[in-house]
Structure formats: C-alpha cells, structure tokens
C-alpha cells in the first residue's frame, strides 16, 4: 500500500505568477480599474489569437453566452442544438430566453458532439447549433460548418474548455459564427472571473457592447477617459456584463504564459496515459483522430470497475481532489419537466462514469505518479472485493 500523502491535491490551482501580480498592481496603481485601456488590449490580444475581427471581454461565460443569444434573437418558439454533455449555463440561457434546447448524442471516448448526428435534429424552428470544444479537444467544426451552411444557422462555439485548441491551423474561436471563451479560475487561464466573445459580425458587436454595459452606447472608459462625453441616453435596457481592468490586466499577463500553461498541461497528461496504460476499469480520454492541438484543459476519465462515488470516496481518502464534468443536461430535473426525455446513450453512460482527475501547470510529475499508483490500488482492491 502506498503511503498516503498529508496535503490535499486538488482537481486545479490557478498559476499566479509574479508577472500577474504585478500587472494586477500596476493596473490598480494607475487610477483605472474598471473597463478601460486593458480590457480593450486584452480584447485586440484575443482578435489576434483566434483570427476573429471583433472581441469583447464580459464578467463570464454564461454573461457571453446570454448576450449571444439574445444579439442573435433567440427566444420563444426557436430551438438550439447543442450537447447534453455540457455545463449546465448554456442550457440555462436557452431556457431563460423561452428557447429550447434540442441535445445531441456525443461520441463516448471524445465527449465531443456527433456531428453525423446533428442534421437529423434540425426542424423549421431550429435557429443556431452550439458545440462544445471538450477538454480542450476541438469538435468537427467542418462538418458541422458545412451542416450550419446547409440549413442556413448560426454556430457559437462553446470555447470554455479551448483556449489553446486548434484544428489545421485555426484556433477555436475561429470556425464559427461566434465562440464563447471562460477566465473562470480552473481555465487554462483566468481572470478570477471572466470570458470573451470572439465573432466577425460589426453589427452584433455594437449591439451586443450596448446590452453589456445597462443599454449605454459608451462605457465608462469613454465617458469619463480623457475627452469623454459623460451623458449617455438608453434606447433599450440593458445588463451589468462588462470585464474590469484590474481582471483584464491579470488575464493578458496570463495569456503571455498560455503556451507554456498548455506545454506543461499537455506533458502531464501524457505521463497520465502513461501512468494509467493497462489499468482494466477505467476509460481513458479519446482524442479526436483528425490533425488537432489539444488544450487538456481537463484529464477525464470513466470509472467502470467500481461505483464512481465509492470510488470518489476513496481518492478522498488518498487526499486527492476531483470533479465532476458534466452530469447531463438532459437528465437534470426541470429540463425533463419542461422538455421532456431524450435517448442520448453514450451521454448517460459517459455521466454515469466521468471523473476529472487533477490538472493543473504547477502540478508536479510525482503528484501525477502519485494519482496513477492511488488509482491501481483502489481499482486492484476493488477487484479483489468483488465490487
């Protein structure tokens, strides 16, 4: 038996630098720190990363996603494609917008969505198709561009999980019409709290930049920056979505490490693959067998051998952290009340088993060894049980 280790390792920890302290200082030294000079370099840096010609930072994924949907439309009546195996804040905005959502199977080993399986969900109220990049693995965008341009729809790549990902050079963010980024502190980078819109639309992007800040037409960096007009007059009403500096600040130091961030996120996940190769009663993470780059932003696994939560309570016992990505939408109370059941079989038999395992830069190569050797003797003496 190994010996157990007497500090807690977590599912993630977010790599805070000396460099992103200090930008975050500087940035409050300077008398600016809400949305001003930052978040618009921050904005011009992700333009840059995914190809797209307009950015625009917002205080969350689910904010980006909210304000997508409503630019776009969507509302009573419309329906939306997207994965069940996905976090619960898209399927929420769909519902809160009267919308529904209409769940796509996904392929068990990827977790990525089917895209052979998408057409066959399309009627005449389906107005946008919303894949997710899982892990930090891109889905099959060319395929599922060409379904999007076939039945004339809208595709927002869910792009939480993909900063980093690319599939024959271009970066996510740039296949679809749109691509919703997350600085939540678990992402490959963070801004505390955070995310980013990426699109190609001028028209969307003054749009959607007047529902982010209450229906103002110029934030405060405008109207209160050097030569600034500060009246303001409000057309529609609109929502409390925007990005501050002092976040920004921390999120363009971060995105100066991203390829250092994702070298060291790919180097232990392999030595995961390693760590785990044989082991019988867990699935390991499938990747998609076109040419890609992968983020990792996540190492999950599907636990076979064992019940996942006496199987979670024994990694506990070994002081290792988990999580849990994602339970399925599908199955979550008020969407079988409102929607009704759906059949998306390899979706439930990936949710029944999903476990995230730890990942993080600052993870050392022993705190993997260590994770790997934990689970063959939980597994092993599972086995030995009978369980």
Known sequence: MIKIRP???????????????????ECMKSGWITTGPRCLEFEERFKALTGATQAMSVSSATAGMHLALLALGIGPGDEVITPSMTFASTVNMIALLGARPVFVDVDYDTLNIKAEDIEAKITPKTKLIIPVHFGGAPADMDRIMKIASDHRLTVIEDAAHAIGTSKQGV????????????????????????????????LLEKKMRVLRFHGIERDAWKRYGKGGVPEYDI???????????????????????LAAFNERRASLASRYRQGLAGVGGIDLPGVPA?????????????????????????????????????????LLRYVKRRYGTAALPETERASERILSLPLYPDMQDGDVDYVCRAIREILAAAGEKGQ
């Open 171 to 202: 970066h996510a963010g740039g296949f679809g019409n749109m691509a919703i980024f997350s600085f939540h502190p678990i992402k490959n980078i963070t801004t505390g709290e955070g995310g980013m819109i990426t699109h190609n639309d001028p």
């Open 235 to 257: 057309d529609e009403p609109g929502y409390k979505y925007n990005l501050t500096d002092m976040q920004a600040a921390l999120g363009i130091a971060q995105l100066d490490r």
């Open 7 to 25: 500090d807690f390792l977590p599912l993630n920890r977010p790599s805070i630098g000396e460099s992103d302290i200090r930008a975050v200082t």
């Open 290 to 330: 076109y040419p890609h780059e992968h983020a990792n932003h996540l190492f999950a696994v599907k636990v076979r051998a064992m019940d996942r939560g006496r199987f979670m309570e024994k990694l506990a016992e070994y002081n290792i952290g988990y999580g849990y990505h994602y339970p399925a939408c599908h």
